[in-house]
Structures are given as structure tokens and as C-alpha cells.
């Protein structure tokens, strides 16, 4: 028991007072109610939920009325040691822990910020909690930024001609001529420092554009955080970049659970804007808490938060270590897959410096950014060039393309089929969209687990130039009579090909093709609460005003915004999709915004004429 207390000591301070208390003998009268699982004790099936778990899980749900740990919301004892902790590491000001994911985190940061009226330049690739705080209920009016999808349908960068100065003022122009002609005249700028494809900005230049523009800017950086440990993704390591008082004020988002080491649902804000604490436009720390406060629950589960506070300490220890590990492992992965495989390529240059990417030296590899830059001179990314420009692939997402919107390659895989024969064998990807299939490589990740991948990638292979019968390969996926597993893939290219699908997607985050917005989103929300909608559907959809933001998953960004136009072009791609899940009823989208009856037919919200 001693020698337990003496490790427990050796943990950061909100962990370790969590531990002790866990370990403690109570008489529990407050919440929560299960009494350190008791409760639950009482029936035989309760105690099967509690020794799964383990009691640890029961005894550490810890009510905020005890004050041996105090109330983290108030950011004081231990749980603001933690807090400040996060901060010194990742070199923010101050740091808040939230436990309702970073859809939460984002809520809070557009809440604090924007008030109805308000300018925020907002990049369309942007998680839907950002369209929502900022949007939807801060009522903030956007000026959209254009990006790019490639033939492969990878998300790409922002175009660098959507962040010129002349052409961000001509835009707001047309929403109000005097905040044109305002020095700072977006409130708040909403974009990613990562996309969900990992491409990381070059964070540099996008200050440097659009920097004197913005008063804050908020960068979601959900698929990252860890860019403060990789030498070679230092440019997008904004919380290190020094800052004057010309700069922006930044705020960052970071989900601990996804690419760091916490507990589902775990998020943390950076806020670091002391270098304008005289200006005008400075967010001040006690309107911030109030935001905050308002979007937390007051009854946190105390184990996610001690999650937070060890993926603190850990980086702080071991951070370059422990992603170096990640790194060299993620490489060694995507050059054995270059040699060893032929339908499934890692998405990266081919050639740098006149050498085969996977016949140069790892170590060379790992030092050299040029190995993971989607060159503005090269085309193999298929990316405009202003737009590779601002952006490096992190090295530590394995991005596989199977295939092309296009003829360019002699074989295309539908990722989703891929990916549900890989989940079939233990294999869970984070995401498929058509053709790219997405693995997060992590420092907990061994040699035997990417064995394992590669061995099932290769047989997946192996069963495609057999043209293996689908009824024995993948018995459970709907196919034609008869039908091998190479025709299935040609059938599914083919169905996309004659669809069009790949300019179908383009054009949702072309400039020239954004809807028209005759409502603002929060108007148009407005409209949806207050019962001034109809449900038509979706084949009417045509110039009706959508009350609900559409997203199709995969991804899960938005393709039309709530107050926007259905257009020719958005209704051509969303009544594809519908076709495209009665052929491939296995891989059916999920389309929040879209609804379907009972006999499947889809139909969509729009806003009465005014």
C-alpha cells in the first residue's frame, strides 16, 4: 500500500489527489448516485457492468461536492494546476479543459467572440460545431473561403487566392461597405490548422495573409496537437510562433481524444492573446469563463479530466520522443506498402530529389520536408498550386487513395468496401470516403499491429487479381449474381464515372459555385424553430432556402449551409448520393438534414417565401 501511495506522488496533481481519494474508504451521501457502484451491485447484472469495467471506474466518479478536489469550472486548486500544465506545454496563456468534446470547445471559442452581425471569414471544410457557434447561434455573417478536392476526392487546402486582402474586402462588400473599410474587419477567422486528410498549413502564411485582417482567429486543430512535437511540422505550430500586437489573438481547439491520449470527449482550448490585452478588441479571461461556463456540465466525471491532465504531463516529459516513435513507424509503414503492394498508395510525392520516396533512407526521410510537400510545381497531388503551397502532409496519418474519379489508374478499390473487409478482420480505419481510406498512427502503436494490416491488405489484394467470387469473399456485402470481386470494384468506378461524382464534389467548395444565401444562417434557423418550414422533397429541393445545414458522413462537412440556395449543382450531388445507396445499399451515406420515409424516399426542410 505504501509503495502505491509513493507512485501515486510521482503523478501530476489533479491525477494523483483523484487516485488518492479513489483509494480512500468514503460514506458517500451526495452524488453520484451509484455510491462507487453499490448501486449497481444490488443485481447480478449490475455487478457484471461493474467487475467489467473494473470498480476503479466506480470509485473514481467523484462528486464536486467533495472538497478534497475541489470544482474544476473554477479553474482553482489542482484541477487549475492541470490546466496550467497543458498550458506551459503547449505555450498558451491559459488552457481550459472541456469534457464535451471539441464540438464543445468550438461552441465556446465562436460564443465568447461573435455577436449577431459580425464578420468571420469561415473556411467551408470547417466541422459542423464551428458552422453552429459561430453561425447558427452567435449569428456572426460569413465570408466563405474556397478549397479544393483532388481526383482522388482528397480534401484539400484553402486556394491562396480566396486569402488575398483585395479580394477578402470586395467580398465583404457586398455584405457591408462600412466594415470594408475597416482595418480589422473580421471578428474572428474560423479555420483548421489540420485537415481531416492531414494536411497541416503552413501557419506562417496564412498569419502573414490574413493576420491584419482579423481580430482573433480560431484554429480547429482536432486532428492535430501534435505538431508541437515533430520537428518537421514546426510551421504549423502556432502556440511557438512569437506574436506582436499586430497579430491576431489566437484561439485553438484541440480533441485530446483523437491524435493525443485522452478519454473520448475530451477536449482543451489555448488562448493566447496576452500580447493585445490593451486592445480594444481583447477577449477578456472573465467573459471567456462566462461562455464557458455556460456550455460545461457542472458534474464532470473527474477520470476524463485526469485523461487531460496525463496527456499533459506525458507530452511535457516525452512529447518529441514519444512522436518520434509514431513518426518512424508510420514511415517505415507507407515505404513497405510502396514496395509491397500495388493497388493501395500511400498519398504522398513519388519522386523527391530525383529518388523513389520509398528507396531513400528513413532517416532522411524524417528531416526532410520535401519527402512530405505537395510541391505548387508538381502535379502528382492534383491540388492547385497556390493551395499545396500553404500546407505539408503530417506524417503521422497514413492516407491511402484506391483509386480515381478518373481512367488515370489501371485499378480503383472502393475504400468503404476495403474498409469494411479490414473491420471484418479487427481492422478499424478512422475513415472512407469513395477512394481514400484514413489510419491515425499513434506512439502506443506496435510493430505487430501494422504486421497485422499490411498481412490483410495483402490479401484483400491477392482475392482482387483472383477475382474472387463476392458471395465467398465478402458474403455479407450485396453484389450481382455471379460476381467476382474485381467486377464489383469495376461496377462501383464505373457507377461513379457515369455519375460524374468527382466534379459533383468539386464544386461544392468552388467559390463560383456557392449557393446563393438569402437568408443568414441564424435567421433561417430561426425560421426552423419557429415552425415558418415545410418538408418538400428533396427532387423539389431547387431553389428552396434549406433550414439545415446538409452534411453527408464521410466526411461530415458541410455541403449546404443552413439560409443557402439549393442549387442545380448541390441538388445533382445529393440526389447522386441517393443513387449511389441504392446501388451500394451497403455503403449508404448518412446525410444529416436529409430524412427519409418509411418507404425511403428523401425529403428536406426549407423556409416558406417571406
Given at each position: 500500500m505504501?509503495k502505491d501511495?509513493?507512485?501515486?506522488?510521482?503523478?501530476?496533481p489533479?491525477?494523483?489527489?483523484?487516485?488518492?481519494?479513489?483509494?480512500?474508504?468514503?460514506?458517500?451521501?451526495?452524488?453520484?448516485?451509484?455510491?462507487?457502484?453499490?448501486?449497481?451491485?444490488?443485481?447480478?447484472?449490475?455487478?457484471?457492468?461493474?467487475?467489467?469495467?473494473?470498480?476503479?471506474?466506480?470509485?473514481?466518479?467523484?462528486?464536486?461536492s467533495?472538497s478534497a478536489?475541489?470544482?474544476?469550472?473554477?479553474?482553482?486548486?489542482?484541477?487549475?494546476?492541470?490546466?496550467?500544465?497543458?498550458?506551459?506545454?503547449?505555450?498558451?496563456?491559459?488552457?481550459?479543459?472541456?469534457l464535451g468534446?471539441?464540438s464543445?470547445?468550438?461552441?465556446?471559442?465562436?460564443?465568447?467572440?461573435?455577436?449577431?452581425?459580425?464578420l468571420?471569414?469561415?473556411?467551408?471544410?470547417?466541422h459542423?460545431s464551428?458552422w453552429?457557434?459561430?453561425?447558427?447561434?452567435?449569428g456572426?455573417?460569413?465570408?466563405?473561403?474556397?478549397?479544393?478536392?483532388?481526383?482522388?476526392?482528397?480534401?484539400?487546402?484553402?486556394?491562396?487566392?480566396?486569402?488575398?486582402?483585395?479580394?477578402?474586402?470586395?467580398?465583404?462588400?457586398?455584405?457591408?461597405?462600412?466594415?470594408?473599410?475597416?482595418?480589422?474587419?473580421?471578428?474572428?477567422?474560423?479555420?483548421?490548422?489540420?485537415?481531416y486528410?492531414?494536411?497541416f498549413?503552413?501557419?506562417?502564411?496564412?498569419?502573414?495573409?490574413?493576420?491584419?485582417?482579423?481580430e482573433?482567429?480560431?484554429?480547429?486543430?482536432?486532428?492535430?496537437?501534435?505538431?508541437?512535437?515533430?520537428?518537421?511540422l514546426?510551421?504549423?505550430?502556432?502556440?511557438?510562433?512569437?506574436l506582436?500586437?499586430?497579430?491576431?489573438?489566437?484561439?485553438?481547439?484541440q480533441?485530446?481524444?483523437?491524435?493525443?491520449?485522452?478519454?473520448?470527449?475530451?477536449?482543451q482550448?489555448?488562448?493566447?492573446?496576452?500580447?493585445?490585452?490593451?486592445?480594444?478588441?481583447?477577449l477578456p479571461?472573465?467573459?471567456?469563463?462566462?461562455t464557458?461556463?455556460?456550455?460545461?456540465?457542472?458534474?464532470?466525471?473527474?477520470?476524463?479530466?485526469?485523461?487531460?491532465?496525463?496527456?499533459?504531463f506525458?507530452?511535457?516529459?516525452?512529447?518529441?520522443?514519444?512522436?518520434?516513435?509514431?513518426f518512424?513507424?508510420?514511415?517505415?509503414?507507407?515505404?513497405a506498402?510502396?514496395?509491397?503492394?500495388?493497388?493501395?498508395?500511400?498519398?504522398l510525392?513519388?519522386?523527391?530529389?530525383?529518388r523513389?520516396?520509398?528507396?531513400?533512407?528513413?532517416?532522411?526521410?524524417?528531416?526532410?520536408?520535401?519527402f512530405?510537400t505537395p510541391?505548387?510545381?508538381?502535379?502528382?497531388?492534383?491540388?492547385?498550386?497556390?493551395?499545396?503551397?500553404?500546407?505539408?502532409?503530417?506524417p503521422c496519418?497514413?492516407?491511402?487513395?484506391?483509386?480515381?474519379?478518373s481512367?488515370?489508374?489501371?485499378?480503383?478499390?472502393?475504400?468503404?468496401?476495403?474498409?469494411?473487409?479490414?473491420?471484418?478482420?479487427?481492422?478499424?480505419?478512422?475513415?472512407?470516403?469513395?477512394?481514400?481510406?484514413?489510419?491515425?498512427?499513434?506512439?502506443?502503436?506496435t510493430?505487430?499491429?501494422?504486421?497485422y494490416?499490411?498481412?490483410w491488405?495483402?490479401q484483400?489484394?491477392?482475392?482482387?487479381?483472383?477475382?474472387?467470387?463476392?458471395?465467398?469473399?465478402?458474403?455479407?456485402?450485396?453484389?450481382?449474381?455471379?460476381?467476382?470481386?474485381?467486377d464489383?470494384?469495376r461496377?462501383?468506378?464505373?457507377?461513379?464515372?457515369?455519375?460524374?461524382?468527382?466534379?459533383?464534389?468539386?464544386?461544392?467548395?468552388?467559390e463560383?459555385?456557392?449557393?446563393?444565401?438569402?437568408?443568414?444562417?441564424?435567421?433561417?434557423?430561426?425560421?426552423?424553430?419557429?415552425?415558418?418550414?415545410?418538408?418538400?422533397?428533396?427532387?423539389?429541393?431547387?431553389g428552396h432556402?434549406?433550414?439545415?445545414?446538409?452534411?453527408?458522413?464521410?466526411?461530415?462537412?458541410?455541403?449546404?449551409?443552413?439560409?443557402?440556395?439549393?442549387?442545380?449543382?448541390?441538388?445533382?450531388?445529393?440526389?447522386?448520393?441517393?443513387?449511389?445507396?441504392?446501388?451500394?445499399?451497403d455503403?449508404?451515406?448518412?446525410?444529416?438534414?436529409?430524412?427519409?420515409?418509411?418507404?425511403?424516399?428523401?425529403?428536406?426542410?426549407?423556409?416558406y417565401?417571406?
Amino acid at each position: 500500500m505504501k509503495k502505491d501511495k509513493n507512485k501515486i506522488k510521482s503523478l501530476p496533481p489533479f491525477t494523483a489527489a483523484l487516485l488518492a481519494e479513489a483509494g480512500k474508504k468514503r460514506c458517500d451521501f451526495d452524488t453520484p448516485g451509484h455510491h462507487s457502484g453499490s448501486f449497481f451491485n444490488l443485481t447480478d447484472e449490475g455487478k457484471i457492468f461493474t467487475t467489467a469495467l473494473g470498480e476503479g471506474m466506480f470509485k473514481a466518479d467523484i462528486s464536486d461536492s467533495s472538497s478534497a478536489i475541489g470544482d474544476p469550472s473554477s479553474h482553482e486548486g489542482v484541477s487549475g494546476e492541470a490546466e496550467r500544465l497543458a498550458a506551459s506545454v503547449w505555450g498558451s496563456d491559459e488552457c481550459f479543459f472541456v469534457l464535451g468534446g471539441t464540438s464543445t470547445s468550438n461552441r465556446i471559442c465562436a460564443n465568447a467572440l461573435l455577436s449577431p452581425g459580425d464578420l468571420v471569414l469561415f473556411d467551408r471544410n470547417n466541422h459542423k460545431s464551428t458552422w453552429q457557434g459561430a453561425l447558427l447561434e452567435a449569428g456572426a455573417l460569413p465570408v466563405y473561403l474556397s478549397s479544393c478536392r483532388n481526383d482522388c476526392g482528397v480534401i484539400g487546402p484553402i486556394l491562396a487566392a480566396s486569402l488575398e486582402e483585395t479580394h477578402l474586402r470586395e467580398e465583404i462588400r457586398k455584405i457591408s461597405p462600412r466594415l470594408a473599410e475597416k482595418k480589422r474587419p473580421f471578428r474572428l477567422a474560423c479555420l483548421q490548422i489540420c485537415t481531416y486528410d492531414g494536411l497541416f498549413y503552413n501557419i506562417r502564411k496564412i498569419l502573414k495573409k490574413i493576420g491584419p485582417l482579423c481580430e482573433y482567429i480560431l484554429f480547429d486543430d482536432a486532428w492535430g496537437g501534435h505538431e508541437n512535437f515533430i520537428p518537421l511540422l514546426k510551421d504549423a505550430a502556432v502556440l511557438r510562433f512569437p506574436l506582436s500586437e499586430e497579430s491576431p489573438g489566437i484561439l485553438i481547439t484541440q480533441s485530446v481524444h483523437k491524435q493525443l491520449s485522452g478519454f473520448s470527449m475530451t477536449s482543451q482550448i489555448h488562448k493566447k492573446d496576452s500580447h493585445i490585452r490593451e486592445k480594444s478588441y481583447y477577449l477578456p479571461h472573465d467573459v471567456m469563463q462566462d461562455t464557458f461556463l455556460m456550455h460545461i456540465s457542472t458534474s464532470p466525471y473527474y477520470p476524463l479530466l485526469a485523461g487531460l491532465e496525463m496527456n499533459a504531463f506525458m507530452h511535457k516529459e516525452k512529447g518529441a520522443i514519444l512522436w518520434k516513435k509514431a513518426f518512424l513507424s508510420a514511415t517505415r509503414f507507407k515505404k513497405a506498402l510502396l514496395k509491397e503492394t500495388t493497388l493501395f498508395s500511400p498519398f504522398l510525392p513519388p519522386l523527391v530529389h530525383g529518388r523513389k520516396w520509398e528507396e531513400e533512407k528513413t532517416s532522411v526521410l524524417m528531416e526532410d520536408a520535401a519527402f512530405f510537400t505537395p510541391g505548387p510545381d508538381e502535379t502528382w497531388h492534383g491540388f492547385d498550386r497556390s493551395a499545396a503551397d500553404l500546407c505539408l502532409l503530417d506524417p503521422c496519418k497514413i492516407l491511402l487513395t484506391t483509386g480515381t474519379f478518373s481512367e488515370s489508374r489501371k485499378h480503383s478499390i472502393p475504400a468503404p468496401l476495403l474498409s469494411a473487409y479490414l473491420e471484418r478482420k479487427g481492422i478499424t480505419p478512422e475513415k472512407s470516403d469513395f477512394y481514400t481510406l484514413l489510419f491515425l498512427a499513434e506512439p502506443g502503436d506496435t510493430k505487430k499491429k501494422y504486421k497485422y494490416l499490411m498481412h490483410w491488405l495483402k490479401q484483400f489484394e491477392k482475392a482482387y487479381f483472383q477475382n474472387c467470387p463476392m458471395d465467398r469473399f465478402m458474403p455479407s456485402v450485396k453484389a450481382l449474381p455471379g460476381e467476382g470481386l474485381q467486377d464489383y470494384c469495376r461496377r462501383f468506378h464505373d457507377f461513379l464515372l457515369s455519375h460524374h461524382a468527382g466534379e459533383l464534389q468539386q464544386c461544392l467548395f468552388r467559390e463560383e459555385d456557392f449557393p446563393p444565401r438569402p437568408l443568414s444562417p441564424k435567421r433561417a434557423h430561426e425560421n426552423f424553430i419557429r415552425g415558418n418550414r415545410k418538408k418538400i422533397p428533396l427532387k423539389e429541393a431547387k431553389g428552396h432556402i434549406s433550414l439545415e445545414n446538409i452534411l453527408p458522413y464521410p466526411p461530415g462537412i458541410c455541403a449546404l449551409a443552413t439560409g443557402e440556395e439549393w442549387t442545380e449543382k448541390v441538388l445533382s450531388y445529393f440526389l447522386f448520393l441517393e443513387e449511389y445507396g441504392k446501388e451500394f445499399p451497403d455503403f449508404t451515406p448518412e446525410i444529416p438534414g436529409i430524412h427519409h420515409d418509411e418507404k425511403g424516399e428523401p425529403s428536406v426542410w426549407v423556409s416558406y417565401p417571406e
